[in-house]
């Protein structure tokens, strides 16, 4: 349904993709997981025919975003990190001028409202004006927009940022009732869960670059069976490097070391050697195989990093 | 063109919901008019109270007639109402705060001054008041002066009549012609400064003439103040109105709008159409309020409807070409207000055109806003037609024009590069 080629984005003298390809097939839900500033909006924006890449090629639905666009942005559906909103207007306004411009007809744009808010449980304060509802009531509606139109392509761009759990569950069931019914989504977010629980695919993206991509399986098989050991403390690589003979060595820099063990029992000797040699370590952590340990070994840190 | 009623009609809805800028950009011209008008009145003319001046004439000369006639001839009068008391009644009046100065002429003031000893005048002038008592010092002033350079000029000839009269006998024939060889040179020496000047200028008032000829015409500063500040209500509120670009951009919605299947030429078409229905909606309900709350006659509605659409289509214009320079909505609440009080100030709105000089006035004419101001000035003090403003016309038309194509070009521009 969608094939992005090699797509390269500059501004000025920062690289913010360079050069990025995926697929995403009818009805999947796919996700982008990535940092701030990985470049994961430049992408949904290029898709949605905001922005236009500096190279490369985005084709949806057999159409080009270049030479098809106004087509493209018909069946896509698109849901921005920010509240889109205008604030005077009502939820049910706000939804039928953005049904209207997608070529609703008004009672279809009624119906479609209802059945939107319907849908996200906001059709007792629909006639309120947007600034008079809470972050998470504007999130539901900000996604409404994204559906009235029943777009074959839904972007979402972080669309659960700065919620609470309960609007954050609410919005992602939505989402996976909407890749169920046969949407294609394309759903960007920096909460390894999200991703972990909602994405049929998943595509880790860091510097503008995708670093590796798959189903949640194909990607935990990247690190193994092998449990990923943080330790920092005060030491430096040169003191820390004899000690490391026999175990899988993924970072060493001085202060912060990354291994990768078997089982529990190589993590106590490898600490009791740091005590021997009068090392003084300050934390250790251990992650088991996930998408959040595929992160780390990918990127060597952290995604809150 | 439904995607720009969409967006005409939405942005229309979103200022009715909320209208507070929208109206208190009106109140501009409102109080304006109201302010200006109740300070000089509705003729235009300021009224000042008549000014209450106690005298004390202690000498009862002919100097101190010289005084108090000087203060009761016919313009003075008209301005000072001359009271005379006794020393005692004078100071408790002014204590009581009953008059605005008190004058005192000394006893003997008029024989000091021919003996030229040195006199004084006393002027006592009430505290709770600041500007009439200046008038009456500036008078009183001015009478000295007079008295002082009389009595230095003719001195001589006036201390010879004294002596002539002090004596038993009746003057000689000869000393009564050089007596008056005396004055008729000094009075040819000073004669120009104490007759009257051979040219007069000759001061009418322009209102009382226009009454007298039984014409029902006549000057109203509402008339006169209402255009310009209209002009500068009108160009705030198109530029609120067109903010919304730049406020839409940074809100996320104008980026949402491109998302949807519709053009970029679109959303600018929409965006300038709301702001000339909002101007144009403000516009009408301000010259009803100048019809019916100011009473001002509105002149030929067809050259009026004609001017005013001209002036809402030229102050669209350029604001949207101002807006395609614009990247922020701090960028404009720092350089827009500058711009538009710029060129209300050189086209008249603020100080009359009229009152400015002749550089100023040349240099205003560059300004949109005096094209505007002018004619609406001629079509409500005069009854302009459209054949008296077609120049007017032409020229906000024009400039409409010139404005409105670059600017929505500049727009289209911004909009298409994301911002």
């Given at each position: 349904m969608i094939k992005v080629n090699d797509i390269a984005k500059s501004y000025g003298d920062v690289t913010a993709l360079g050069g990025i390809s995926f697929e995403v097939r009818e009805g999947e839900i796919f996700g982008f997981l990535g940092?701030?500033?990985?470049?994961k909006t430049t992408t949904v924006s290029i898709i949605s025919g905001l922005l236009l890449a500096d190279s490369g090629s985005v084709r949806i639905a057999d159409m080009d975003i270049r030479k098809d666009s106004r087509k493209i942005r018909k069946i896509q559906g698109v849901v921005p990190q920010?509240?889109?909103?205008?604030?005077?207007?009502?939820g049910r306004e706000n939804l039928h001028f953005w049904g209207s411009l997608y070529g609703l007809s008004s009672k279809d744009v009624r119906d479609a409202a209802e059945r939107v808010l319907e849908l996200v449980g906001l059709t007792e304060r629909a006639n309120d004006p947007v600034r008079t509802y809470s972050g998470g009531m504007k999130r539901r509606i900000n996604l409404c927009v994204g559906l009235i139109h029943r777009p074959r392509v839904l972007l979402l761009d972080e669309p659960t940022l700065g919620i609470d759990p309960q609007a954050r569950l609410n919005i992602l069931d939505i989402i996976k009732q909407e890749g169920s019914g046969g949407t294609t989504v394309i759903y960007t977010t920096h909460y390894l869960e999200e991703a972990e629980n909602l994405c049929d695919r998943i595509a880790i993206i860091d510097h503008g670059r995708i670093l590796a991509d798959g189903t949640l399986q194909e990607l935990t098989d990247l690190v193994g069976e092998d449990d990923i050991v943080m330790i920092t403390g005060d030491f430096t690589d040169q003191q820390v490097r004899?000690?490391?003979?026999?175990v899988k060595v993924e970072h060493l820099e001085d202060a912060s070391l990354r291994v990768l063990v078997s089982d529990s029992s190589a993590i106590g000797q490898l600490l009791g050697r740091f005590f021997s040699a009068g090392i003084h370590v300050g934390d250790v952590s251990i992650k088991e195989p996930s998408l959040e340990s595929v992160f780390i070994k990918l990127t060597g840190r952290e995604l809150r990093d | 063109m439904r995607q720009v009623i969409l967006i005409v009609m939405k942005d229309l809805r979103r200022r009715l919901r909320s209208p507070v800028a929208v109206v208190s950009m009106m109140f501009i011209p409102i109080v304006i008019t109201l302010v200006i008008g109740l300070v000089f009145g509705r003729s235009g003319q300021v009224e000042l109270p008549r000014i209450r001046v106690l005298l004390v004439d202690k000498d009862n000369g002919v100097f101190s007639h010289f005084i108090r006639q000087g203060m009761q001839q016919e313009r003075l009068s008209e301005m000072i109402d001359l009271v005379e008391v006794e020393e005692d009644e004078g100071r408790s009046m002014m204590e009581k705060g009953e008059a605005s100065a008190l004058i005192e002429i000394p006893e003997s003031f008029t024989a000091d001054l021919l003996d030229e000893k040195p006199v004084q005048l006393s002027l006592t002038k009430?505290?709770?008041?600041?500007f009439l008592p200046i008038i009456v010092e500036e008078v009183v002033e001015t009478a000295a002066l007079m008295l002082d350079s009389g009595v230095r000029i003719f001195a001589d000839p006036i201390g010879r009549v004294q002596s002539m009269f002090e004596g038993e006998s009746w003057p000689s024939g000869n000393d009564v012609t050089g007596l008056l060889d005396n004055s008729r040179d000094r009075f040819v020496l000073v004669g120009g400064y104490l007759t009257d000047s051979l040219v007069v200028l000759k001061t009418e008032d322009a209102t009382a003439q226009i009454e007298e000829e039984g014409s029902t015409q006549s000057f109203d500063i509402f008339a006169f103040v209402l255009p310009g500040s209209l002009l500068i209500g009108l160009l705030f509120i198109s530029q609120i109105a067109l903010r919304d670009i730049v406020r839409e951009r940074e809100y996320g919605t104008l980026p949402r709008l491109l998302t949807a299947p519709l053009e970029v030429g679109h959303v600018i078409a929409g965006k300038t159409l709301s702001a000339f229905v909002i101007t144009a909606v403000s516009c009408i309900l301000l010259v009803i309020i100048a019809r019916f709350?100011?009473?001002?006659?509105?002149?030929n509605p067809l050259a009026l409807v004609v001017h005013l659409v001209a002036t809402i289509f030229m102050c669209t214009g350029v604001l949207t070409l101002l807006y395609g320079f614009i990247r922020s909505d701090r960028a404009a609440d720092a350089a827009l207000p500058v711009v538009i009080l710029t060129m209300c100030l050189l086209g008249g709105s603020m100080v009359p055109y009229e009152q400015m000089g002749a550089a100023l006035q040349e240099a205003g004419k560059f300004s949109p806003v005096f094209w505007a101001v002018d004619g609406l000035k001629r079509i409500f003090?005069?009854?302009?037609g459209l054949r008296d403003i077609s120049l007017h016309l032409g020229i906000l038309y024009g400039l409409a024009v010139l404005t409105v194509v670059p600017g929505t070009l500049l727009l289209r521009r911004r909009v298409k590069r994301g911002g």
């Open positions: 940092p701030n500033g990985a470049g920010e509240i889109a909103l205008y604030e005077e207007l009502s004899p000690l490391l003979n026999d | 009430n505290p709770s008041e600041t709350g100011f009473g001002i006659t509105l002149g003090i005069e009854g302009a």
